[in-house]
């Protein structure tokens, strides 16, 4: 039933291709060309324009042979971490396949992709019988799932579905991810030389003040919060007078995200303040939370796959994002799928053989309980 050789040809191909975030231009035509070789109707989006990356989403649609059934979709997304171009993968012997350590292997999310376009050719050789099934592939997904962000409400049309893209093994789900907001700080000083400072006031002072007094690090067990970069100061012989930070907060929670950007915003703020200045705090929602329950239709069917292929199924949160956050945002169940891949955004990054035979496996029997 499985081509096994077929399929790890197919994710040997796709890693070859260059396809950096925000330069999918190579491979999203090669993707294109294979979807309609296997008689899927393939519409293109307009997130090139919106997002002035290198290319559109697909939104790739195979008509049912059986009426009566769930409309299903399957998300993965066509751009890798920077680090991968020219990747080089090698099968080694302990069954992984790994890049020669030079770059990322692209398994993130190029095993998605590998593991549909089997899935499609099994259906087509065997006739397997089916309700309608999209496959929504993404650029951008890396930036901030920017692609996901440009996809149309109109050009989807699903009940439920399935994001193949999670660092956890095959059979097993990702049921919830948190809410994401950034919190970019510019703390205004007076600049001064630094043989007289008292007649300036440091940024950088009333930044570290600042941070002194946040909450940081894991908050509860539904929210962090992180600075991730602090930039400002010149030479030694001046007091600085800006100072720029960037940070975010991330909780399964909206009230306790809103809490927690509120804190750290007051907190730049009332800093400032203190020492006669001002900071500039802008937030921005990254990505929506979301949360799908064990009643769901798009669980059991999980759940069902993963029993009747013997699959240790766990259904656990996240603690990061993935289109499934937008596509849950605009109205569609969605959970994510693992996909058995390791150490992924590394040179270290590796999947086995075996995940992708399973993931396979787990696709096609998603497919056939809504059969």
Not at 19 to 43: A, D, R
Not at 116 to 134: D, N, R, T
Request: proline share 3%; glycine share 10%; aromatic share 6%.
């Amino acid at each position: 039933m499985l081509n096994k050789e077929r399929l790890i040809d197919t994710f040997l191909e796709l890693v070859q291709i260059d396809s950096e975030t925000g330069h999918e231009q190579n491979i999203q035509p090669i993707l294109k060309e294979k979807f309609e070789s296997l008689g899927l109707s393939v519409v293109e989006d307009n997130a090139k324009a919106t997002t002035g990356f290198g290319a559109n989403n697909l939104i790739c649609t195979l008509p049912a042979n059986q009426e009566g059934k769930d409309k299903i979709y399957f998300t993965s997304h066509m751009d890798t971490v920077e680090s991968g171009r020219n990747v080089k993968p090698i099968i080694k012997e302990d069954g992984f396949i790994y890049s020669d350590g030079t770059t990322v292997l692209g398994a993130d999310d190029k095993a998605g992709l590998a593991v549909i376009f089997e899935v499609l050719h099994i259906i087509h050789e065997q006739q397997l019988p089916h309700g309608q099934i999209q496959f929504v592939i993404t650029v951008g997904e890396e930036s901030g799932l920017v692609g996901a962000k440009a996809l149309r409400k109109a050009d989807l049309d699903a009940d439920y579905g399935y994001a193949i893209d999670s660092a956890v093994p095959v059979g097993s789900i990702t049921i919830g991810a948190p809410y994401q907001m950034k919190v970019n700080a510019t703390i205004h000083g007076k600049k001064a030389h630094a043989s007289t400072p008292n007649e300036g006031i440091s940024a950088i002072n009333i930044a570290a003040q600042a941070i002194s007094q946040m909450k940081l690090g894991q908050i509860d067990y539904e929210t962090t919060a992180n600075i991730g970069k602090f930039q400002g100061g010149g030479p030694t012989n001046v007091v600085t007078d800006l100072v720029n930070i960037w940070a975010e907060a991330r909780s399964h929670s909206k009230e306790k995200l809103d809490a927690q950007v509120e804190h750290m915003k007051s907190t730049f703020e009332n800093a400032a303040k203190q020492h006669g200045c001002h900071a500039k705090v802008e937030t921005e929602l990254s990505y929506p939370g979301f949360r799908v329950e064990s009643n769901d239709r798009v669980y059991q069917v999980a759940e069902q796959a993963a029993t009747a292929l013997g699959f240790d199924m766990q259904a656990d949160v996240g603690g990061g994002g993935s289109d499934g956050n937008i596509i849950n945002q605009l109205g569609i169940p969605t959970v994510i799928l693992g996909v058995g891949y390791e150490k992924i955004h590394t040179t270290d990054e590796r999947i086995s053989k075996q995940s992708l035979y399973d993931l396979t496996h787990y696709v096609l029997k998603i497919i056939e309980l809504n059969a």
